[in-house]
């Protein structure tokens, strides 16, 4: 199931509230693109800016829309170990998939706290797990060793990875290896990763899936030259804090507003020309693009 293009998909706001219309049509349009599944709850999806009741909201909006369509897997977060458990436990009421799991972040544990930290909500739930190794957010990174002794739990399947240097090893443990920095994707799947959970997948999935399909053909040259054309504009994706530019982008469509939660401030007017422009870069290659 982890494989492929998976989407952390973003919680529009209007007013300061969530906006579960613009959301449902956003879930709507990605389960009908050829998503390999939906992340909701995400770092993209602002989940550390929402309060109790509308990480509830959200993640009933999202299951509702895309069942029977598309996997959905909720991610959890947070410092205190309990809590994540608590919050898991929460969150299964509802047609999720599994879960995405970092560590905990702020308090920085040790290797063996972190086996320990994962080990427990492992041991709450009976549905598949995703690591998150996130350490510019967490503080923290998730050795390799520490994966590979994780790997032993049955339902920790697959890890979503951040730091590129890690790759490669990582490609060779017996899980599922996720792309979770959108301009290191390539190298991801050259490592042996089966896939990515890519926020610039709200903008250029149709081109993430071609790389992905011409690694998996034996094409890498050919997913190099494609991904060399639009890494430019992935980098600008994450120009602002994520995901101002990601809802930027979107509302250049009138998909949803461009509004985040503070302290995220919305992309700025010089970004929203950058990407306006990036939208005809990404429409110019779509043209010309090889089929995988």
Known sequence: MFEGIWLPIVTPLRDGEVDVEALELLTDKYASDGIAGIVALSTTGEAALLNDVERVTVLQAITQVAAGRVPVIAGLGGSDTRAFVQDLRTLERWDVAGFLVPAPSYV?????????????IARATSKPLVLYDVPHRTGVPIEVETVRELAEFDNIVAIKACASERFKALGELPISLLCGTDEAFLECLEAGGAGGILASAHICPDLLRDVHAL???????????????FKGVLRLLFAAPNPSAI??????????SPETRMPIRP??????TQLEFARAVLDELRAVAPSP
């Open 108 to 120: 920085c544990p040790d290797q063996a706290g972190l086996a320990w930290h994962f080990g427990q």
């Open 215 to 229: 690694v998996k053909a034996g094409y890498g040259e050919a997913a190099a030259r494609l991904f060399a054309r």
């Open 247 to 256: 809802k930027a982008m979107l509302a250049l469509d009138g998909m949803l």
């Open 267 to 272: 992309a700025s007017p010089a970004l929203v």
